[in-house]
């Protein structure tokens, strides 16, 4: 079963330093979806892209989280300085598009800030 | 704008219980509503999805049926297993992203 894979699982960082999530989807699925969870919450969107265009970016911190999808395919969502309060599980998800179909989902990443 | 409600738990059941996790929703036209299951440590995966009014989705014994005169998607399960120990995600697609409720954490016991 094809599967949307994410790089690293785990990542500790000191604040103020930078970090960066590697995301590769499911092949053939145009649109692609970075989430954060904060622990006990559902995830909240931060930038979806189509192809390797931004859709939606409105709630991405723009001051420090940027993120690229060069080719169109794999993805790769970075944050500099990280802060506190970045510490969350960071989802990646692509889709075929359509409306109505639901989103497949990687395992994610657990950044934790110290 | 649109959002989901979903009852807060945690819900600690005995094995082959009933299960029910309420979810509401408010949205603007005719939204898709999914459940996804989360085990700890993972992403999301998706359980069973409607697409419109009246809709049933059903997987591995969990089913939902979308009920636009109530605005909800409630969550059940006849006999609930071990296995079934996960946080449980309700969610809707409308115009735009999708929007996820705060989970439910789901224990059961043998």
């Known amino acids: 079963e094809a599967e949307v894979a994410q790089s690293p699982r785990y990542k500790i960082t000191e604040k103020s330093q930078a970090v960066a999530f590697w995301c590769d989807p499911i092949?053939?699925?145009?649109?692609l979806y970075w989430y954060r969870q904060i622990l006990g919450q559902g995830p909240e969107l931060l930038v979806q892209f189509q192809d390797e265009s931004v859709v939606d970016d409105s709630q991405l911190p723009k001051d420090r989280f940027s993120a690229e999808r060069l080719k169109g395919v794999d993805s790769t969502l970075k944050i500099q300085p990280a802060e506190l309060g970045d510490s969350a599980m960071y989802l990646c998800?692509?889709?075929?598009?359509?409306?109505?179909?639901?989103?497949?989902f990687g395992s994610g990443t657990r950044l934790t800030v110290v | 704008g649109d959002s989901v409600t979903q009852m807060e738990g945690p819900v600690t059941l005995s094995e082959e219980a009933f299960l029910t996790i309420n979810c509401t929703y408010t949205a603007t036209g005719y939204p898709s509503l999914f459940w996804y299951v989360q085990y700890p440590g993972e992403g999301l995966q998706l359980l069973l999805k409607?697409?419109?009014?009246?809709d049933k989705g059903s997987n591995k014994g969990f089913e939902a049926t979308y009920r636009k005169e109530t605005t909800s998607f409630h969550l059940e399960k006849g006999s609930v297993q071990v296995s079934d120990s996960a946080v449980y995600f309700c969610a809707l697609k409308g115009n735009n992203d999708m929007r996820f409720g705060a989970g439910t954490r789901l224990t059961v016991k043998p």
């Open positions: 998800a692509s889709s075929l598009g359509r409306e109505t179909g639901g989103y497949t």
């Open positions: 409607a697409t419109k009014a009246d």
């Open positions: 092949s053939g699925h145009a649109t």
